[in-house]
């Protein structure tokens, strides 16, 4: 390996002194959310184009110097931890939003753009981007791509991955890959963007991206439900998804104790429903019939009370009930106050999860005896969260993640329902996926980026 | 290469005899739909389970034997084609629904069973497949993966990728991959199936899969409508996917030149709205409230009606007005009732659509003096279909090809949305992709299926 110096020169006649970052620039940077501690690295390397990215990478794969990309740093899963040998690659000034079509409801964007600032610029057109997580406004497209973020609203619109119709990738040896489709449909060879969206930055570099917007709602309508029997909660599910069509937009379902820990207290927040209920459901639905979408939505409840599936219904009347509704859902950061919290985002069949919560359970008594729980998720799309606190030692995570995760194995579920495996879950990956699906993802890694300095070390083990 | 006995006595000691069948029972087997051509192969060899193919792969790769995989053989590109050397497996004989989840709303099937079948048995259960087209009686669904086929739906449920949460394929080699993931989210590494669907069993033999399902619909409402302009056409269909939230499920579109010929005779069909006019829509939505549907969509058609966006407006008012609605648009085949008539599935952007269309007629005009031209297509997703008469000559073929390629380059547009590239649209697969992505998808044969045994000669060239 040549002397940083050396290197570094090289970078700067690609990028120029403002396009790298070093010392302290580089040390003071927090690592990613929720974490006190700083990103180690060789450099920040900062590009402003495509091609200057491309520079970068052929580079570094010249000089055998691995490489992990940066965007806005809102991952949990440890996917872009650094070494002091590594470089970072930060799509930060790559940050334009090239082109909207308001008529094949398109948008063109670099990979550094904030997802906020992709909300406002599809909304200042009429339209939506449907992808929405609490990080919005740090978080970038490249990083959502890189991730397959999902957040609140997939039962609908899906994850990241069925929002974006092209995009452009940088390979590990500098090669521009531009598949930049801008069409709902398009069947001529491969779709190579699924290389690139979800393989966590392992397998090429997202510079632009194609993304597919939708019609803004014209109507928003939710409601809170208490709920006594967990069996109760698919066949809800199913009724409203039925009764209200296609515009089912949200189904979250929140345990007893997510609920009245962020209720019981009656200052922040006043409970739409009463305390006393193993489970609440908030459900969302966006239409366009401002006349009439409330009435739909107030049949579709009553037709689940007269069912007996549900016990209490309270139907926001406003915006501001509905965001106050949205406020206790949202206000998971509640169940963190005691550190340590690990929090976990698993995913499993609907039919499953009622035994698997108890068994989630009784494993943590019987390693603890007490501990804390939080049990909240996105029903809809079968993806539970915990937050989980057993007292002040750190080191505990290791054996709560056990007691999380080995019950899944059983059962065929998922360690990771949205936030990928980065090196955080990666021991744990054969929980979820069997030797030869590990095999074959080392079979593409090994022919997209041989040299293996694309995010080394992330999800599965590769040697070059 | 062995002889022909020994190997079919290989074979045999896989999948017994009546897994085999040679001669006449091969030649006598037509090659497609609308073809008078017979299957040319050595053998066709039916598996009974995935072990069995899985075995019978491994033979074939030992022995670097060409292998091409037959489904319902309804595709329209040559995609399975064969030649008298090669060896064919046909999924028929796998065709077991094996599970249906109706609270996670999955089924699981093996790659022969046929669409109608899954139709079928989502119904019984309350539940929808949403996928459809023409050949649903005919097509398997290991076919529709291979192709990613798409239909008149995908404006709201998507291609097939976006209804197949995981399956199992058998690479090259005889490797068993099972990737049976059956949840909506999954970030757990990468996502495998995207390797398999839409890559027209190049990389792998799809033989399993979990396929995702949704809610039958209650209510169906459908409307049919004449426009003058064709710039009213992406107002309209923003206007109605607003109005209808989340309902809206088709946005068909014919030219004059179409529905006059479905319904100038006056006999079949009866025409909805005034043939007089340049445009027509056929669009539908599926709902979830009697009570409320057929009003919500009475809104709508009267907000695009007094925006003078449309000409006239025709509701259907009953199941049979519905179905006589798509019986116009279904009726395809009359626009092929002069041989040879040429057929074309290409995908643009809305915005370029009508000088598209201006400029394919003008070539035309230019080459061929005289000819007949049927443009219909599914608008809403970019999605355009042409049925093409010059003459008798069959050789016209190509230059028809070119004078409806040719323009999509430089729009970037698509030769093929839904249909795929097989042999028919190799040489023109540089129009729609750069050399970069088709290296790219070469890189990706190389590593799954380095022999090349399997479907050689599809998409694009590929040699060892």
């Keep these: 390996m040549r002397s940083l110096d050396t290197?570094?020169?090289?970078?700067?006649?690609?990028?120029?002194?403002?396009?790298?970052?070093?010392?302290?620039?580089?040390?003071?940077?927090?690592?990613?959310?929720?974490?006190?501690?700083?990103?180690q690295a060789r450099a920040i390397i900062r590009p402003r184009s495509t091609q200057q990215l491309s520079d970068v990478l052929r580079l570094c794969y010249?000089?055998?110097?691995?490489?992990?990309?940066?965007?806005?740093?809102?991952g949990l899963v440890d996917g872009a931890r650094t070494t002091n040998t590594d470089i970072v690659v930060s799509t930060e000034l790559m940050n334009e939003i090239e082109f909207i079509d308001p008529i094949a409801r398109t948008m063109t964007v670099?990979?550094?753009?904030?997802?906020?600032?992709?909300h406002e610029a599809a909304e200042s057109e009429g339209l939506l981007f449907p992808l929405d997580l609490g990080a919005r406004g740090s978080c970038s497209i490249g990083g959502n791509i890189a991730t397959n973020a999902g957040g609140n609203r997939v039962i609908r619109y899906g994850m990241t991955r069925d929002m974006v119709l092209g995009l452009e990738a940088v390979l590990a040896d500098g090669t521009i890959m531009s598949s930049m489709n801008d069409m709902i449909k398009n069947n001529a060879g491969y779709d190579l963007k699924h290389l690139f969206v979800g393989t966590e930055g392992s397998l090429g570099?997202?510079?632009?991206?194609?993304?597919?917007?939708?019609?803004?709602?014209?109507?928003?309508?939710?409601?809170?439900?208490?709920?006594?029997?967990?069996?109760?909660l698919p066949k809800i599910l199913k009724r409203m998804d039925q009764r209200l069509g296609g515009t089912l937009t949200s189904f979250e379902v929140m345990w007893n104790d997510y609920y009245s820990l962020i209720c019981d207290d009656g200052t922040e927040h006043t409970p739409p429903v009463s305390i006393n209920h193993p489970y609440y459901v908030l459900l969302e639905a966006w239409g366009g019939d401002s006349k009439l979408d409330h009435a739909r939505m107030e049949a579709?409840?009553?037709?689940?009370?007269?069912?007996?599936?549900?016990?209490?219904?309270?139907?926001?009347?406003?915006?501001?009930?509905?965001?106050?509704?949205?406020?206790?859902?949202?206000?998971?950061?509640?169940?963190?106050?005691?550190?340590?919290?690990?929090?976990?985002d698993v995913s499993l069949r609907i039919g499953d999860m009622e035994a698997y919560v108890v068994e989630v359970n009784r494993r943590l008594t019987e390693r603890f005896g007490t501990y804390r729980i939080f049990t909240f998720g996105h029903l809809g799309d079968g993806n539970l969260h915990f937050a989980i606190n057993t007292g002040t030692d750190p080191d505990?995570?290791?054996p709560v993640e056990r007691c999380v995760y080995e019950p899944l194995r059983s059962i065929n579920g998922s360690i990771s329902a949205e936030h990928g495996i980065g090196l955080e879950k990666k021991e744990f990956l054969d929980i979820s996926r069997n030797e030869i699906e590990i095999d074959l993802m080392r079979t593409l890694k090994k022919s997209l980026d041989p040299k293996g300095i694309l995010n080394p070390g992330k999800i599965f083990e590769f040697t070059v």
């Design 7 to 39: 290197q570094i020169s090289e970078f700067q006649g690609i990028v120029g002194n403002s396009g790298i970052l070093q010392g302290d620039d580089v040390s003071n940077r927090s690592e990613r959310i929720w974490t006190d501690e700083t990103v």
């Design 62 to 74: 010249e000089r055998d110097q691995p490489v992990v990309i940066h965007g806005g740093l809102t």
């Design 110 to 118: 670099q990979a550094g753009v904030k997802l906020q600032q992709i």
């Design 205 to 232: 570099v997202v510079t632009r991206a194609v993304l597919r917007l939708r019609e803004l709602p014209l109507t928003d309508e939710a409601v809170f439900m208490s709920v006594d029997e967990f069996d109760n």
């Design 300 to 344: 579709a409840v009553e037709s689940v009370y007269q069912e007996h599936l549900i016990s209490e219904a309270a139907i926001a009347q406003s915006s501001t009930q509905r965001n106050a509704f949205w406020a206790i859902r949202d206000d998971v950061e509640k169940c963190m106050t005691i550190k340590p919290t690990f929090v976990f």
């Design 396 to 398: 505990d995570q290791l």
